[in-house]
């Protein structure tokens, strides 16, 4: 029962050395960066391939080994050397239709794959006899391997995975098989995979780790401090983006009335309270396709996405003042919320985002000189 224990944990450990956990957040950055390493990296990896192959070949023929054996291997060269034409040819810019995770993992199992195949004849090649008393076929094989997890360092399970299917299986044989050196030598191969592996996963995890730091920079740049929602830059940046895909959209100016008041009542600590209340009731109000942005002080801003028909900006921004227009618990106490809203609608209501907003700004400025008492519940909108 112990040894069965002893090898689930090994097992799970070695899972998690190749397949690490991944933060979602940072996902598609990182299979981006490892797909910009594939496009910079595999030209040299067939490089090394072909070199690899053309001096397993050389040795078979100058040991004699009958061409049968070896016979398949020119084959792979050619192949290697027409997918590093293409992919010097391609450039670094991939097809739009490729997408970066699919091509991570292909490469990872081509890596894989092919290091594996070359091992097996190797081992055979090796625990056969066929290579004599030579050595340099698996000193190759392990330079070849240490050089192609190098390159393939972000790709964790491809550089650790072509190490641990090409080193261990021959430098295990070289030490069950072979004579004194042969054993020192696979011992040495052995080592050298190990710091490799350690190597691998050291610069992954630094890769992680700067993404990460990329991110939270990012995030630190687009979101405002007080309420975490997407701050005037963030939001300007996400309405041009709709703008220049010439879908039909929405926009919310939103005024809080009475905040001046709340401030002066129960102090600036409770106005915060109050604005981080109703950043939440927004963001539950909004779909979850719309953006939605505090531009400062108790202005805020919703980006209404996927608009259908004329009529559905008004009924969106109604529904928003419902979710919104309730009283809220402040500094142990109730108060009440409301806003005025004004909005615009491209492209009905403009043609860029400095007219929709000024649209919206002075539908929102109309509610606000009317100068109507309303209930919480009572908010009202215009356009």
């Known amino acids: ?3 069965w224990t002893g090898i689930a944990k090994a097992q799970a450990a070695l899972r998690r050395l190749i397949f690490p956990n991944m933060p979602v957040s940072i996902q598609s950055i990182f299979n981006q960066a490892q797909f910009d390493r594939v496009l910079r990296y595999v030209p040299m990896i067939y490089a090394i391939a072909i070199l ?12 004699g080994l009958p061409i049968r054996d070896y016979g398949w291997m020119p084959l792979l060269v050619m192949l290697a050397a027409f997918r590093m034409i293409v992919w010097l ?21 081509i890596s894989v794959s092919a290091m594996a195949s070359i091992s097996a004849w190797t081992v055979w090649a090796y625990g056969t006899g066929q290579l004599g008393d030579s050595i340099l076929i698996p ?29 261990v299986p021959i430098a295990s044989v070289m030490i069950t098989l072979g004579d004194f050196e042969a054993r020192l030598l696979g011992i040495c191969m052995l080592s050298i995979a190990a710091l490799m592996i350690r190597f691998v996963a050291e610069q992954y995890d630094q890769l992680v780790s700067s993404l990460m730091l990329e991110q939270k920079i990012r995030d630190q740049a687009n979101t405002d401090a007080l309420t975490g929602l997407a701050n005037r830059r963030a939001i300007m940046d996400a309405l041009n983006v709709e703008l220049a895909s010439g879908r039909p959209f929405g926009v919310a100016l939103l005024d809080l009335d009475g905040f001046k008041a709340v401030n002066d009542k129960f102090g600036h600590h ?23 942005g505090r531009l400062g002080g108790d202005e805020f801003i919703v980006l209404f996405r996927n608009i259908l028909f004329d009529e559905e900006v008004p009924a969106r921004a109604t529904a928003l003042l419902a979710g919104l227009c309730r009283p809220a618990e402040v500094a142990g106490a109730q108060v009440a919320v409301a806003a005025s ?43």
């Open 270 to 292: 409770a106005g915060d309270d109050l604005l981080c209340h109703v950043a939440e009731r927004l963001k539950g109000a909004a779909r979850a396709s719309d953006a939605v």
């Open 139 to 167: 000193i190759s094989l392990t330079l070849g391997a240490t050089c192609v997890a190098h390159c393939l360092a972000p790709l964790r399970a491809a550089a650790i995975g072509s190490l641990l299917v090409t080193v």
């Open 341 to 383: 809203l004004g909005h615009a609608h491209f492209p009905k209501d403009g043609a860029t985002v400095t007219d929709l907003l000024i649209k919206a700004d002075h539908a929102l400025y109309t509610v606000k000189r009317q100068g109507k008492l309303r209930r919480p519940d009572r908010a009202r909108a215009a356009a």
């Open 89 to 109: 040819r391609r450039g670094k810019t991939p097809p739009a239709s490729i997408v970066a995770s699919r091509m991570v993992a292909s490469m990872t199992l």
């Open 52 to 63: 690899n192959m053309g001096i397993i070949i050389t040795a078979c023929a100058h040991s």
């Open 1 to 3: 029962m112990e040894i």
